[in-house]
Structure formats: C-alpha cells, structure tokens
Nanobody, 124 residues
Framework: QVQLVESGGGLVQPGGSLRLSCAAS????????MGWYRQFPGNQRELVAG???????NYSDSVKGRFTISRDGAMNTVYLQMNSLIPEDTAVYYC??????????????????WGQGTQVTVSS
C-alpha cells in the first residue's frame, strides 16, 4: 500500500499564495510520476500539474505561469506552489501518485493512489 498525506490547503485572498505538499509512504515501491489534480463540484477531476520521474513537468493552461510543481530528490514528496490565486482556483486539490511495487517474489505491478484531498478557497 502506498499512502499519501496532503497538507497546505486553506483560505486565501485573491492574489495570495499557498503551497501544497503531498508526502508518500509505503514499502517496496517506486514512484513513476506524481501530479496534482483539482475537482470542482459536479465535475471530473482535472490535471493541474504533473511531474515525471525524470523531472519533466506539465501544466494545465489555466495555471501556467502561476503554479509550480516540484519534488524532493527521492520523489517522496511533491509540492505545488500556487501564486496569484484567483477565485476560479477554488476547488478540492488531490495529489495523485503513479507507483510500481515489487513483491517478495519479484513480481512487479503498478497502481495509482490518490490523496485525501485538501480544500483551497480563494475569496475576499
């Protein structure tokens, strides 16, 4: 099992900043990629930013130039620095990890784990 713990959400005024953190823990796993998604009421989750194991990143057009995704050296923790926040950014933000696990017998399989979600509210 790969578990994720998110933190950093909250209430912020327009133009403000927040930094989200997502820490992964577990045994015998390797992270292939991590990303941040957000979900508005009644809608599907949409990609905000992603980072691959090699360090390449990608962003939704709506957040380019405002948000920055980064990770620690071991890729156990991923961050999302959110600047110049606007009310349209208000959503529940989820961390997503694409992982690969090796069992005791050497069998490899992959999976996806989602964080619990953290509320980001941008309002005056």
């Amino acid at each position: 099992q790969v578990q994720l713990v998110e933190s950093g959400g909250g209430l912020v005024q327009p133009g403000g900043s927040l930094r989200l953190s997502c820490a992964a823990s577990g045994s015998d796993f390797r992270i292939n990629g991590m990303g941040w998604y957000r979900q508005f009421p009644g809608n599907q989750r949409e990609l905000v930013a992603g980072i691959a194991s090699g360090g390449s990143t990608n962003y939704s057009d709506s957040v380019k130039g405002r948000f920055t995704i980064s990770r620690d050296g071991a890729m156990n923790t991923v961050y999302l620095q959110m600047n110049s926040l606007i009310p349209e950014d208000t959503a529940v933000y989820y961390c997503k990890v694409d992982w690969e696990r090796t069992t005791y017998s050497g069998r490899r399989f992959g999976g996806v784990t989602w964080g619990q979600g953290t509320q980001v509210t941008v309002s005056s």
